[in-house]
């Protein structure tokens, strides 16, 4: 074999193995850098983090009633941050936040977070939310924060069933139909039957009564 020969024949073996190095760290430990991203929405800005936001709506898709937007909330910074809203880009509905305890607005700690959704924790409910969005789409989602301001993201719309149950609206419309049912039942049966009980005891009494007179 000539020199010249030799030498790309070398060449080559080190390309090959180049290649088969860069494969190999690819399939180990860097193969975890590729940022797949989860199917849940979730951005970074300056000191906060908004993570898992969803919108979630009534289970039932021809329910009427609030929807929510469900998401966690992270802050890095050495101070405590206030989220001052949440709003929908391009919907109609308004969103109302509740603080976990108390009436005050949400706070998120400093290195801490606050999770939106869920019992026992801070709620951002969107009235009219069966009109304002629609399963199965991507709705624009801002949270204003004190510090750091307007964080935008798209967060996928989903009804309350199976995982998400537990996050979402708590208001359900079969809870209105309660109050109607319960005071209709209890008078129209309790009165009816005690005013009949009356009426037989006083018409048994004075019948017997005069008979036994009469025959004594």
Known sequence: MSRSLRRGALAAAA????????????????????????????????????QNALVITQPEREAKGPAVVSATLFNSGIEAQTLESVTLPG???????????????????AGGSVILGGKGNATAVIENG?????????????????????????AFV?????????????????AGATPSGT?????????????SHGATKPSGTPSGGASHSAGH
Not at 16 to 35: P, Y
Not at 103 to 109: D, R
Not at 183 to 188: K, L
Request: net charge neutral; charged share 20%; proline share 7%.
């Open 15 to 50: 390309i090959v193995s180049s290649i088969a190095s860069l494969a190999a760290c690819a399939a180990g430990n860097d193969a975890q850098t590729l940022e797949i991203k989860p199917d849940n929405a979730a951005v970074s800005k300056g000191e906060i983090k908004v």
């Open 91 to 109: 919907g109609t509905g308004t969103v109302k936040l509740t603080a976990a305890e108390g009436s005050g607005k949400i706070t998120v700690p």
């Open 130 to 154: 069966r009109e304002s969005v629609k399963d199965g789409n991507q709705q624009k989602v801002v949270f204003e924060f004190s510090k750091t301001g307007a964080v935008e993201l798209g």
């Open 158 to 174: 989903v009804p309350a069933t199976g995982y998400f149950g537990k996050f979402g609206p708590s208001e359900a419309p079969a």
């Open 183 to 195: 005071p209709s039942g209890t008078p129209s049966g309790t009165p009816s039957g005690a005013a």
